[in-house]
């Protein structure tokens, strides 16, 4: 393996080695189905420790580059071929409780937003009255951005970060925004307010069958769809997440027809992996996809707060077509939930919730 750690990078050194291994595996050189050589073998060309190999070699096994075969070693799982769909899969709707225990568990502690608050009175004082910028307010924004590139690798101007209420609300604006002279494609089964946000909005929509890994790909060639709403990670409520091979084929699928990815990612922090999910705007250089996220899964139901990423090249667009919207967020809550981004309270909260769900998993089996 050709390979030499950057020594003054502030990035560890199990994180540069399981980026050239992504490199290589998406580049075919090592190849679907193909071996890696020996975690010693690995260790000794980097100048590293086995348990630093190990490591890496885990985050590729979760994202789905490679599988782990015991006494045998680790294997690329990742096709850069167009991906061969899997034969549909029965899907279980996710159980209530199950989902209400989940909910209570990834809740914010009420000494942290009881805390968080009474900051932010103290420190902005009569400003929390001011209307807020009809994008949302610029501190929320530049903290939104921030944590995205520390922690999801998602590299953002503020500019291109909008504030609304919600998933729900950025459904409504996308279809006045993209128009509906083209369908809509979204995942079968999908979250229901997904296809009645579209179709009370006048849009056409396609519904695509799922398999294990991503919906299917003969579903996607027969499409007539110009924008495909996804929900990578922990799709709603078939539970399954896109494996690496489907998320590349997605982004393949978009660039071919001109058209665009919406990214439902609001579930995606509360992975019990190691690592976050690769988001698909992270992992794209042709500004065709739009990202949405929210912070009523990760803080709390009631916070109705969400955001949308833009590609640069639609910022002028939206501007001039939808600026006109006030912001649907009250100033008071954009501003703790920046204090809660800029102290670590936020990060700091879906940690342990990530913890105590991987010790859950843990104990399961």
């Known amino acids: 393996m050709n390979f030499q750690l950057d020594t003054l990078s502030k990035e560890p050194a199990y994180l540069q080695l399981y980026r050239k291994f992504v490199e290589d595996i998406v580049s075919n050189i090592y190849p679907y189905g193909g071996k890696l050589p020996s975690k010693r073998t690995l260790a000794s060309d980097a100048g590293v420790s ?44 996710a159980v209530l409780s199950s989902d209400l225990h989940q909910v209570s568990d990834s809740l914010i502690s009420y000494s942290v937003a009881a805390k968080t608050i009474r900051k932010v009175l103290q420190d902005y004082g009569e400003r929390i009255l001011v209307k807020s910028p009809n994008q949302g307010c610029r501190e929320l924004r530049k903290e939104i951005c921030m944590y995205l590139a520390r922690s999801r690798g998602i590299l953002i101007k503020p500019s291109q970060v ?11 604006l996308l279809v006045q925004l993209l128009g509906t002279e083209h369908m809509y494609a979204v995942e079968n089964p999908c ?30 060639e027969r499409s007539k769809a110009k924008y495909l709403h996804v929900t990578p990670f922990h799709s709603y409520p078939s539970g399954i997440t896109a494996s690496i091979s489907k998320k590349h084929e997605y982004l393949r699928w978009a660039e071919k027809r001109e058209g665009l990815l919406i990214e439902d990612n609001y579930d995606s922090e509360l992975t019990v992996s190691r690592k ?20 009523s899964k990760t803080i709390a139901p009631s916070i109705r707060i969400g955001y949308m990423i833009l590609p640069e090249k639609m910022e002028k667009p939206f501007n001039e077509k939808l600026g006109f919207y006030s912001c649907t967020v009250p100033v008071l809550d954009q501003l703790v939930i920046a204090e809660l981004l800029r102290n670590g309270d936020f ?16 104990e399961q089996i």
């Open 162 to 172: 909008i504030i609304g209420s919600g998933a729900e609300y950025f459904y409504g």
């Open 347 to 362: 990060e700091r909260h879906i940690n342990r919730v990530r913890r105590m769900r991987r010790k859950q998993k843990r």
């Open 50 to 93: 086995v348990i630093t190999v190990e490591h890496a070699m885990s985050l590729l096994c979760d994202e789905g580059y490679i599988e782990s075969r015991e006494r045998s070693g680790y294997y690329v799982t990742f096709k850069s071929s167009e991906f061969l769909g899997k034969p549909l899969v029965e899907i279980q709707p």
């Open 191 to 220: 979250y229901e307010k997904i296809l009645q946000v579209y179709k009370a909005m006048g849009a056409g929509v396609e519904q695509m069958d799922l398999s294990s890994e991503g919906i299917l790909t003969e579903e996607l």
């Open 276 to 295: 976050p999910e690769k988001s698909l705007f992270s992992m794209t250089q042709t500004s065709n996809v739009i990202y949405i996220n929210t912070f």
